[in-house]
């Protein structure tokens, strides 16, 4: 016993620092795309975006459990090949372009320009869908960062909480969270990328949705239950 909590223990701490360093990298990321495309240090809604980015990473932190935190350190074994693909654009790249075009559009004025309170409006939306997936992670033990079976952790269904309204609620506030993004960061051309990015949140839903009916047990009973996998009498 006392060996296994000295090699859990390392383990942890291993994950923890990973996780935060690919937050701190993730922070910066933002930060330099933002401000140095931009050219504009004093773009106060930039400033904002980042100190709520900053609120829901703590937030979610918090919301996760130790093993959901190695869980989601890294890529782990029996994730999905088509996901990997996907969980990069839907996290990371997609993201990426809308923060790149809502950056050269505030230097350049592409669109239509976008007043503070409609901005403020956007950003309160942000932080609410971004604290709604973060209620999804606080629920759900297996909320993991690509699609798998969890046989190594005894994955059941989880059918409460958010899980009680769509089976997918993580990616409803991921999409709610990625459309609400350019109205926060004062751009109306940033909506042409947030718009596919919402796109592969949907086509990563039906993939999982499948793989879920297919290889979860108790995935289809639960999904009697709870008929829609994103939005409540649409989908």
């Given amino acids: 016993m006392v060996f ?8 942890t701490q291993r994950a923890l620092s990973r996780y935060l360093a690919k937050q701190l990298f993730f922070l910066v990321l933002v930060a330099c795309t933002l401000f140095l495309c931009a050219k504009d240090a004093m773009w106060t809604m930039a400033w904002l975006f980042m100190a709520s980015l900053l609120l829901v990473m703590a937030a979610n932190l918090l919301a996760m459990d130790r093993a959901l935190l190695a869980e989601r350190s890294k ?22 372009l809308v923060w790149i075009t809502a950056a050269l559009d505030r230097r350049y004025g592409w669109g239509v320009a976008i007043p503070l309170w409609a901005s403020g409006i956007g950003l309160l939306v942000f932080l609410l869908a971004s604290f709604f997936a973060t209620w999804a992670m606080h629920t759900n033990q297996f909320f993991s960062a690509t699609v798998r079976i969890q046989d190594d952790r005894n994955q059941k269904v989880v059918d409460s909480g958010p899980y009680a309204l769509v ?34 949140f949907v086509v990563r839903t039906a993939f999982e949705d499948r793989t879920l009916m297919q290889e979860l047990e108790g995935y289809r009973s639960y999904a009697q239950q709870v008929k829609y996998r994103l939005v409540k009498f649409v989908w």
Avoid: C
């Fill in 4 to 11: 296994l909590m000295n090699t859990q223990k390392p383990e």
């Fill in 75 to 96: 890529i782990q074994k029996g994730t999905k090949g088509w996901d990997i693909a996907l969980s990069a654009f839907v996290a990371i790249i997609g993201p990426y």
């Fill in 167 to 200: 089976r997918h609620p993580g990616y409803l506030g991921g999409i709610i969270g990625i459309l609400a993004t350019p109205l926060a960061l004062q751009s109306s051309v940033a909506l042409l990328p947030a718009l596919l990015v919402s796109v592969g």
